[in-house]
Each structure stands twice: as structure tokens, then as C-alpha cells.
């Protein structure tokens, strides 16, 4: 069974030789870092590279950029780049580049994905991150009450840009699955109601998921922390996976599916046991093995692996995963 075919399986709730073994994220540099002093090799420099060092499954992503050569930058993190909608309009001619990706880059990546050695996928931004990029942390929650419009009219020029740029994409090759960047929950749930997501950010959803879906695209959203509540209002309007379920936000990913049985799931594992040894490690993949034997879910460290895990302690845990997926397919 090639990569992609065991992984196109996983997620369709079909039975493999064994899941996927792979991190969808890729490492903090301060953990890269750490891990050359441990005898990493040096001339690793690239996720390629690192995931092949360590035998993982092959996959290739490809976030689509939403700024052009020219944007503003903001002065710092969390900061705004525009302010109104007249200053929205002044740099519009900077966003939504009309190729926003190298052509070249993914021709090499559709080979390997023909073959069956990668799977390729995409991140968009999402209707919560995009705003939020533009208009900074702090006003992008009051605009949902001060500048509503405008809102309305980044996401309207931002689905257009989208749905432009997956017909460029396609015309090359078709994605395995995608995610759709958010980071709208944190450890106490979303920060917006359901009546604020069904005006801003559904009516967009609504329209961009079936473009994906009907070219045989996995739609995943990619939010931090406690997704439990959103999951109901993902699925409303036709998403069919979340990542990455952050165990110490409180994510259950029993209750998950309990609760939402067709849902695909990809992450999950407490990247905060990596360094604790095998018996807690072990205890760790306890709790998700039943939803493993399940399908439709993808084990993996619940986000980056953080510098506290040695070399070692990650090597470990990579021997216990793939005893896992190899147990979770019998």
C-alpha cells in the first residue's frame, strides 16, 4: 500500500496495513536546534529533509499567500496592518496575488503524489485568521461590532482569491486534503458566538467547502485549543476534519467522536508527555488507540514538538508510533 493510498484510506474510514505515520507540523527551530547539539545531522535543513532522516511518510504543503510582494507589514505581533476601510482599500492592490504559488515546485510534488509516495496539501487562510491578520488581535474583536462591512467585504475578496487560485492549483494537481487556518478557539473555547460565526464567517464556508469537496479534497480547519463547541458549527457547514486537538486545552478525542462519529481527525497526542518516557508515553497512546482502530483519524503530536524532547526521547516516541499504527490496522 503506497503513502497516499494508505492515507487517502485512513481518512475515508477504510481499513490500511497500518495508519499513517507522519507529523503534520513541522518542529520548533529551538527544538531543531537541541536536536543538532544531539547529532541531528547538520546538512538537514528542510521538513523534507528531517522527515525523511526519520522515516516518516512523505507529504508536501503548500499555504497559499494571501499578501503580495509589497504589503505592509505589521509593526509586531498581534499588531494591525490596516486600521479602516480606507486603508484596506490604499493596499488592496498589494493582497490576493494572481499566482500565488511556484508552478515548477508543484509539478516535482505531483510526480511523487502520481506515484504514491506524497501526499499534497493546501492551507488557506480562514475567514476568523485573515481578518484578524489585517485588522490586528484587539480590533479584530471589535470589528465584529464597529466595522461589520468591512469585515464582510476582506472575506468576500478573500473567497474570490481562493476559489481563483484552487482552479490554478487543480490545473496541476489535485490536493490529498487541505486545511483552512483559523486559530479562532483557545484553551476556554472560541473566541466568537455562534450567532457571530453563522453571520461572518458561514455564508463564506457555505461556499467555498463544496468547491473543494467536489474535486475529492479532505477539508480540514487547523484551530488551537478547546474546539468541542465549534466542531457542531464546522460540520453545519460541510468541514469534515479538525486538527490539531490540543489535549491541554482539554480536547477528548473519545468524546469527539462519540459526539461527532463522520468527523476526521488528525493530531491529538499530548506533545506535552514526549519527554516523560515510555510508560507515560505509552499511557498517552492508550488513551487514543481506541478512536486509532476507528479510522478516519491520523495520530500525531497534537501541535509542534516542543524543545523539552531530546533527540532520543523523539526517536522513541516515533518506535512506539508506528507500533501503534501497525496494531490500530489488525
Same mark, same amino acid.
Given at each position: ?145 464597529? *466595522?461589520?462591512? /468591512?469585515?464582510? &467585504? ?7 482569491? %481562493? $476559489? @481563483? ?74 468541514? *469534515?476534519?479538525? /486538527?490539531?486537538? &490540543? ?7 473519545? %468524546? $469527539? @467522536? ?73
Amino acid at each position: 500500500m503506497t503513502n497516499r493510498e494508505r492515507f487517502r484510506r485512513t481518512l475515508s474510514f477504510e481499513s490500511v496495513d497500518r495508519l499513517p505515520v507522519l507529523e503534520w507540523a513541522g518542529w520548533w527551530d529551538r527544538t531543531i536546534a537541541r536536536w543538532r547539539e544531539e547529532g541531528l545531522p547538520a546538512e538537514l535543513t528542510t521538513g523534507e529533509s528531517i522527515r525523511d532522516y526519520f522515516g516518516q511518510d512523505g507529504h508536501r504543503q503548500c499555504w497559499i499567500p494571501t499578501r503580495g510582494a509589497g504589503c505592509p507589514r505589521p509593526a509586531g505581533h498581534g499588531l494591525p496592518i490596516v486600521n479602516n476601510r480606507e486603508e484596506y482599500l490604499a493596499i488592496k492592490q498589494y493582497l490576493y496575488p494572481d499566482y500565488p504559488f511556484n508552478a515548477e515546485v508543484i509539478k516535482a510534488w505531483a510526480e511523487g503524489q502520481k506515484a504514491g509516495d506524497l501526499v499534497i496539501w493546501i492551507t488557506l487562510d480562514g475567514f476568523f485568521w485573515y481578518a484578524r491578520g489585517m485588522l490586528g488581535i484587539e480590533q479584530h474583536l471589535l470589528a465584529f461590532y464597529d *466595522q461589520p462591512d /468591512l469585515m464582510k &467585504e476582506m472575506n468576500e475578496d478573500l473567497l474570490a482569491h %481562493q $476559489l @481563483r487560485v484552487l482552479d490554478q492549483f487543480c490545473e496541476i494537481c489535485t490536493p490529498d486534503f487541505m486545511t483552512i487556518a483559523e486559530d479562532m478557539s483557545y484553551n476556554h473555547g472560541p473566541m466568537l458566538s455562534k450567532l457571530q460565526f453563522d453571520e461572518f464567517m458561514a455564508p463564506y464556508y457555505r461556499r467555498l467547502v463544496p468547491a473543494l469537496i467536489e474535486r475529492g479534497i479532505v477539508v480540514f480547519v487547523d484551530t488551537d485549543g478547546d474546539v468541542t463547541k465549534p466542531a457542531a458549527w464546522f460540520e453545519e457547514v460541510g468541514v *469534515q476534519g479538525l /486538527l490539531p486537538l &490540543e489535549r491541554m486545552a482539554g480536547v477528548d478525542i473519545v %468524546q $469527539l @467522536r462519540r459526539d461527532h462519529p463522520k468527523l476526521r481527525m488528525l493530531g491529538a497526542y499530548d506533545k506535552t508527555v514526549m519527554h516523560l518516557g515510555e510508560a507515560r508515553m505509552r499511557q498517552e497512546f492508550e488513551r487514543i488507540f481506541p478512536v486509532m482502530c476507528q479510522g478516519g483519524y491520523i495520530p500525531s503530536c497534537d501541535h509542534q514538538t516542543p524543545p523539552g524532547v531530546s533527540l532520543d526521547d523523539y526517536r522513541l516516541w516515533l518506535r512506539l508510533l508506528r507500533e501503534y499504527c501497525e496494531r490500530a490496522a489488525q
